[in-house]
């Protein structure tokens, strides 16, 4: 397509190639700057491949063949077991790459917190159980905390949506970039898909000058990634790997060196970390080995009978649950990225709000549009040597989805992990915690009961909540 702005018989033209010149139909009443916006709208659109995925000719896979040729994938377990080389060693590589400033970290952050009653980008949640602090200082103060021990400087590339974008900007200026240099803080927008009417295919709009416009998925990290120039910063300062994680698990063990020296051990271009599924059907995607090929089945494509399957033990065949931790090589990335067809594009059916050709704004109460993402554990076929390390859900795993009251993955359920988390360093470290209070310890004091077991008093007991962080007042 051309930069060059597109008049409104040139535009016509475009879109009547493919049915769809009704996003013009209140052309005439828009100002010139609404007509710009939703000229450059239509200019971004590849109408082409929108023709194609509406039509269906992506393909569908068979999830049943699939899943009954599914075996456990190449890992390493929580205990570590599995692989050719120890905890120990994997640990010792991965402190190596980080003091040679190989490593970069990548937040995926471009949820609102909707569904949490919070009106603001999920980032920006506090989920603290004593101090408050928000998700994004939770990942702040662990990258300090590496950056202190290991004497780098690990870049941040935070990933937001045009939801989350601006609110999150100002939240890190205003903020001082949480202590991180603000230079090697760099916040990028994803991409966006339109959504289309589910039974026409017709692009919606969400008002006369813009179209119903979501974002493309964490499959379009790889092209946001590129298309930002972050992937040029990273190999500037001579980055190889990307550790990426989703700000919603507070848990998330973000640049740890023993999954990146896992990572390199296996001279991998994509490891993925898991944990063990609960029970069959728990709503996680399935890391699986299929003809040698590491991939996710997601739960809603997981027939019951291959969920259920068990070994000779009656522990599950297909264990390993996808936690949205990744490690990647730089350079596997920028190889897909030549590839116009490296993710496959997945549809969902969704209520999407808009409007009809006389203007009239539609609620619809049953999903009538479809949309379109990629997502990013697809690249996990594509890579050679995909691994996998397990690690425990009490240690990696606290996601913060859904509001209080809620059956699972709610604000208090994550906070209750994080202290129970922080209560057994402590333990470990000889304190003495009461029953019924809450701990919390910054990654800046530690990041292990080991290392907490020089920085507390002997035999210190802790009889009210308490926020241990780096000045650590007795």
């Known amino acids: 397509m051309t930069d060059k702005p597109l008049s409104f018989d040139s535009l016509q033209e475009l879109l009547a190639g493919f049915g769809q010149q009704?996003?013009?139909?209140?052309?005439?009443?828009?100002?010139?700057?609404?007509?710009?916006?939703?000229?450059?709208?239509?200019?971004?659109?590849?109408?082409?491949?929108?023709?194609?995925?509406?039509?269906?000719?992506?393909?569908?896979?068979?999830?049943?063949?699939?899943?009954?040729?599914?075996?456990?994938?190449?890992?390493?377990?929580?205990?570590?077991?599995?692989?050719?080389?120890?905890?120990?060693?994997?640990?010792?590589?991965?402190?190596?790459?980080?003091?040679?400033?190989?490593?970069?970290?990548?937040?995926?952050?471009?949820?609102?917190?909707?569904?949490?009653?919070?009106?603001?980008?999920?980032?920006?949640?506090?989920?603290?159980?004593?101090?408050?602090?928000?998700?994004?200082?939770?990942?702040?103060?662990?990258l300090l905390a590496v950056n202190e021990i290991y004497?780098?400087?690990?870049?941040?590339?935070?990933?937001?949506?045009?939801?989350?974008?601006?609110?999150?900007?100002?939240?890190?200026?205003?903020?001082?970039?949480?202590?991180?240099?603000?230079?090697?803080?760099?916040?990028?927008?994803?991409?966006?898909?339109?959504?289309?009417?589910?039974?026409t295919g017709k692009l919606l709009m969400q008002n006369p000058g813009s179209l119903a416009l979501s974002p493309d998925g964490h499959g379009g990290t790889v092209a946001a990634l590129d298309r930002s120039g972050c992937l040029a910063d990273a190999a500037k300062r001579g980055v190889i790997h990307l550790a990426y994680i989703q700000v919603d698990n507070p848990l998330a063990n973000l640049c740890d060196p023993a999954l990146i020296g896992h990572h390199l051990m296996a001279e991998s271009e994509m490891t993925t970390q898991v944990v063990r599924k609960r029970y069959p059907m728990e709503k996680v995607g399935n890391v699986v080995?299929?003809?040698?090929?590491?991939?996710?089945?997601?739960?809603?494509?997981?027939?019951?009978?291959?969920?259920?399957?068990?070994?000779?033990?009656?522990?599950?065949k297909l264990w390993a649950g996808n936690i949205g931790v990744h490690l990647f090589n730089v350079n596997f990335l920028r190889r897909i990225g030549s590839l116009a067809t490296s993710l496959p594009f997945h549809r969902a059916a969704k209520k999407v709000p808009h409007i009809d050709e006389q203007g009239r704004a539609v609620a619809p109460d049953q999903p009538n549009a479809t949309k379109f993402e990629r997502f990013i554990f697809d690249l996990l076929p594509l890579a050679n040597n995909a691994f996998v390390v397990e690690s425990l859900p009490c240690e990696a795993f606290a996601p913060v989805k859904n509001g209080d009251g809620s059956v699972t993955d709610t604000p208090s359920m994550a906070r209750k992990a994080i202290s129970d988390l922080h209560q057994g360093w402590l333990e470990q470290a000889g304190a003495w915690v009461d029953q019924g209070v809450q701990v919390e310890i910054n990654p800046r004091l530690a990041l292990t009961a080991e290392v907490l077991r020089e920085k507390i008093p002997a035999n210190l007991r802790i009889d009210a909540d308490r926020y241990f962080d780096i000045r650590l007042e007795s």
């Open 289 to 316: 080995l299929v003809e040698g090929q590491v991939q996710i089945i997601e739960y809603s494509d997981l027939p019951a009978e291959a969920a259920e399957a068990t070994n000779a033990d009656g522990s599950l």
């Open 22 to 142: 009704h996003v013009l139909h209140h052309w005439h009443a828009l100002s010139q700057s609404q007509q710009t916006i939703l000229a450059a709208q239509v200019r971004e659109l590849d109408l082409p491949e929108l023709a194609s995925l509406v039509r269906g000719e992506y393909g569908s896979t068979d999830f049943m063949a699939l899943a009954a040729r599914a075996e456990s994938p190449p890992a390493v377990r929580a205990d570590g077991s599995g692989a050719d080389w120890s905890q120990a060693q994997a640990k010792l590589r991965g402190e190596e790459a980080l003091r040679n400033g190989q490593v970069a970290a990548v937040i995926v952050a471009g949820g609102q917190g909707t569904r949490l009653g919070f009106d603001q980008p999920k980032g920006m949640f506090p989920i603290g159980p004593v101090s408050k602090r928000t998700l994004f200082q939770f990942f702040a103060d662990r």
């Open 151 to 199: 004497g780098c400087r690990i870049p941040l590339y935070i990933m937001t949506s045009e939801a989350t974008d601006q609110q999150t900007v100002d939240y890190f200026a205003e903020n001082d970039y949480l202590g991180l240099p603000f230079e090697d803080v760099k916040i990028f927008k994803q991409g966006t898909m339109p959504a289309v009417d589910s039974s």
